[in-house]
């Protein structure tokens, strides 16, 4: 995720890239051909008007498109921190032991439920992105678990598996009675729904032949827009091509930068972040003290 507020002209020129220099060129070809030929083609300035009216109605339904995504999978984190927070108060307030006996085992089994949901999170963030999930769960989880995870298809879903089993052999041991049990299984429900609905977004790819139309239409427009100024606006078309253009350029790298919020570029949803502050959260939850430092930007941005 960005966290800077602005953005400067370097950051411009590297996202629009050759295409800069390449209608800078073109729109300038055009005014020298106008300037030496008597009878230069003119092209009616409604031609690239229209084609740019229509431009931004497409562009706009795709950038709209592309935010709804990332602002979704945003909220849904959101929810993974409000969730994973609750069910830790849930699992130190309700899992009680049966007698002085059963005390220890009780706090142990409190501990490894908590742990493993913040595993959960992390295993999350890393499987969204498509990385290696193994780096750090020897923190949370016992080796055996580990490879029993990283085994399976989906290792958040076995986790969350985990934790319910373990929660109903609570249940049977009379460590929790019946109506907490169901509360803390709603919060694993919230939790799978979260988690399903962040692989939707993951792996619904946004259409294709719509981004490529879109592409090729701007193209058409820088093509076209100097031919229908140059001869009202002389050396003038050359600066407003440009302009126009790269306006259009970056309207549509924003679609493309936030229509994928899980592929770890720079705009990516700061996933990595919001697990490290569940993972201390959680810790303090339960009584530590040493807990790693909160992720900060770097270069502005924070991942």
Not at 64 to 74: F, L, T
Not at 233 to 240: E, R, T
Request: hydrophobic fraction near 50%; charged fraction near 20%; include cysteine.
């Amino acid at each position: 995720m960005i966290t800077n507020r602005t953005i400067d002209l370097a950051t411009i020129a590297r996202h629009t890239g050759w295409r800069l220099g390449f209608i800078t060129a073109y729109a300038t070809a055009v005014e020298v051909y106008q300037a030496v030929t008597d009878d230069g083609l003119h092209l009616p300035v409604a031609i690239p008007a229209m084609l740019g009216t229509a431009l931004s109605i497409l562009l706009g339904f795709k950038t709209q498109a592309s935010h709804d995504r990332w602002w979704e999978a945003r909220k849904l984190w959101g929810s993974i921190v409000n969730d994973s927070r609750t069910f830790a108060r849930q699992v130190l307030t309700f899992v009680s032991p049966r007698d002085a006996s059963d005390a220890g085992l009780v706090d142990a089994l409190r501990r490894t439920l908590v742990l493993r949901q913040a595993a959960w999170t992390l295993v999350l963030s890393r499987f969204l992105r498509g990385e290696a999930i193994r780096d750090r769960l020897e923190t949370f989880l016992h080796p055996d678990e580990i490879e029993r995870i990283s085994a399976v298809r989906t290792p958040t879903n076995a986790l969350l598996q985990r934790q319910g089993e373990e929660l109903r052999a609570a249940l049977d041991a009379g460590r929790i009675d019946q109506f907490r049990f169901l509360s803390i299984d709603a919060t694993l429900a919230r939790l799978t729904d979260h988690m399903g609905a962040c692989e939707r977004i993951r792996n619904t790819v946004f259409p294709a032949h719509y981004g490529h139309m879109v592409s090729n239409i701007v193209w058409l427009f820088a093509l076209l827009l100097p031919w229908g100024l140059v001869e009202s606006m002389g050396w003038i078309c050359i600066p407003v091509t440009v302009t126009a253009t790269v306006v259009f350029w970056l309207i549509e790298e924003i679609g493309y930068a936030l229509v994928d919020p899980f592929a770890g570029r720079a705009t990516d949803t700061s996933m990595t972040a919001l697990s490290r502050g569940i993972e201390i959260d959680l810790l303090q939850m339960l009584g530590d003290t040493e807990v790693p430092p909160a992720l900060q930007p770097v270069d502005g941005v924070l991942m």
